[in-house]
């Protein structure tokens, strides 16, 4: 708060006390860590960094993690970021396994509204599903399924664009983002997801982007995310 013009550190501290602070919708408490991903609030305010605001697309390939860094020295996301970018994060996650469309910049505001689930932000996906699946299938899916105990989706799109009998091509569009949503789905309905990729967030594609390759987002896109 106080690199960023908020109030003097001591000032800042009788915020946090005074209980003006919230760290991602939470109470601030003395000594809280934040990262860049975070977002801040004062009295209801954001707290808006003196950083440049980076914001890039990249087609994640399988094999990397979604992280900053990783204790066990596995290759992230950042790998993957051109020499000299500054410091940035993933919006959102995708997991080991999974390909396509990650958004990554140090706007903490954008990304939190990126990821909201309150937001109902579309994100679409193409799943290759071991054997045949079928609309009666998808239809004990598609209104929200139990994935875990108590745990259960949202309604969500889905749509068969491929089949035969080794495996089906299926559409899906989310507007949340919970562990392994997908492949738990389908899970519960005794299905396997050998390969899966993220195709959009809202409108925004994978346009241009070869598997593993990273490009600055345009100005319009920007404001388009903004305006989600």
């Given at each position: 708060m106080a690199e960023n013009g908020v109030a003097s550190r001591r000032a800042s501290?009788?915020?946090i006390e005074e209980g003006?602070?919230?760290?991602?919708?939470?109470l601030a408490k003395l000594g809280d860590n934040v990262e860049p991903e975070d977002v801040v609030r004062v009295n209801g305010n954001i707290v808006g960094r003196r950083t440049k605001t980076e914001y890039f697309a990249m087609n994640k390939?399988?094999?990397?993690?979604?992280t900053v860094s990783d204790d066990r020295g596995r290759?992230?996301?950042m790998d993957l970021?051109?020499?000299?970018?500054?410091?940035?994060?993933?919006?959102?996650r995708?997991?080991?396994d999974t390909e396509g469309l990650l958004l990554l910049?140090?706007?903490g505001d954008l990304a939190y509204r990126l990821t909201n689930p309150a937001n109902e932000i579309p994100k679409t996906y193409v799943a290759k599903v071991e054997g045949v699946v079928t609309e009666p299938m998808l239809n004990r899916i598609r209104p929200g399924i139990e994935i875990e105990q108590g745990v259960v989706t949202k309604k969500c799109k889905m749509k068969i664009l491929e089949t035969n009998k080794k495996y089906t091509r299926v559409q899906i569009v989310l507007t949340e983002g919970k562990n392994r949503e997908i492949r738990k789905m389908f899970e519960a309905i005794g299905k396997n997801v050998a390969f899966l990729k993220r195709t959009k967030i809202g409108e925004l594609t994978l346009r241009?982007?070869?598997?593993?390759?990273?490009?600055?987002?345009s100005p319009e896109e920007i404001a388009y995310l903004t305006q989600l």
């Open positions: 501290d009788k915020l003006a602070v919230e760290i991602n919708g939470r390939p399988k094999g990397y993690l979604c290759k992230t996301v970021l051109p020499p000299g970018t500054g410091r940035v994060f993933p919006v959102g995708l997991d080991y910049t140090n706007d241009g982007l070869d598997r593993g390759a990273v490009r600055k987002l």
